[in-house]
């Protein structure tokens, strides 16, 4: 069952990050697609995520679609104008790809071209219109384009902010629904009542809430998340779970395992695991749950 479908019919839905190589050679990413194509409803391809350049996000969906695995392509303000966003979303409708997912994209400082410009030609809200506006068949300029695309639009939405800030938020989620988002990632989620005060505040059955489930790699990592990451919270008790467990990458495993369950038990549309990097682990955390 594709996306749609999934969203459609409110079956609960299982996104794979899958991280474009950093080169040509695309037998790993394939591999580890292929292992879990069965049990993953769509692979979202990030464009260039933490501004680290790869192969594009386009590049890297067509690869996948070709060998008819579906996937969420990333679509990111940062890196181009207004005339190649609307050129690479054409071309991913015409290459068969029917979901996209809109984003700001981190600045250029935090990747390995510290000496590059960011684009942001266009906001994520114009963003987002231009893409509904192809779909009508008028490209940015007014003029008719030749074909209208169709797809399933996503985004982004910081479900762990508090307070003015959640306001905010929320008033920014609107507007991409406006604009035609039909479904959200949120950040990572490790404890389900961290995100109970923002799913109070929206309306559930419009839209689809999809919670971030992310492989913690190490105690470093969880310990660092837990300290650095304001708007992700990580329980000290999962901490110390990872501490004390003999195999401490497997027991991270397990927490995955167990997150996305949780997801599911508590009637979200679905959720989107990302490994960072460490796809090969996809089918550990997939065959588990």
């Not at 394939?30 to 993953?40: D, G, P, W």
């Not at 700001?104 to 000496?115: I, N």
């Not at 231009?130 to 779909?135: A, F, V, W």
């Not at 923002?198 to 309306?203: G, W």
Request: proline share 4%.
């Amino acid at each position: 069952m594709d996306l749609k479908r999934k969203l459609e019919t409110k079956d609960f839905a299982i996104l794979a990050e899958i991280e474009p190589p950093k080169g040509t050679d695309i037998t790993a990413m394939v591999n580890n697609a292929a292992k879990v194509k069965e049990e993953v409803t769509a692979f979202v391809v990030p464009e260039m995520s933490n501004a680290v350049m790869r192969m594009s996000a386009l590049g890297a969906a067509m690869v996948l679609q070709d060998k008819r695995m579906e996937t969420v392509m990333q679509v990111c303000c940062r890196d181009r104008n207004r005339i190649a966003l609307q050129a690479d979303i054409l071309a991913a409708s015409a290459c068969g790809i029917t979901n996209v997912m809109a984003v700001t994209g981190e600045d250029p400082s935090f990747g390995d071209h510290h000496q590059a410009k960011a684009v942001y030609d266009i906001s994520i809200d114009e963003l987002l219109k231009t893409i509904k506006g192809l779909e009508h068949g008028k490209d940015m300029a007014g003029i008719e384009i030749s074909g209208n695309p169709s797809f399933i639009v996503g985004s982004m939405v910081n479900s762990g902010l508090e307070g003015t800030a959640l306001d905010a938020e929320i008033d920014a989620m609107n507007r991409k629904i406006d604009a035609g988002a039909s479904f959200f990632i949120t950040p990572p989620l490790f404890d389900i009542s961290a995100i109970e005060p923002f799913m109070r505040r929206i309306n559930n059955s419009d839209i689809h809430i999809i919670p971030t489930v992310m492989l913690l790699k190490s105690l470093g990592m969880a310990r660092y998340m837990s300290r650095n990451m304001k708007h992700v919270y990580i329980p000290d008790e999962l901490v110390k779970r990872i501490q004390k467990a003999p195999d401490k990458v497997r027991e991270c495993v397990r927490i995955a395992q167990e997150s996305v369950s949780s997801i599911k038990d508590n009637e979200f549309s679905g959720t989107m695991i990302s490994t960072i990097g460490w796809e090969d682990r996809l089918y550990d955390i997939i065959h588990g749950i």
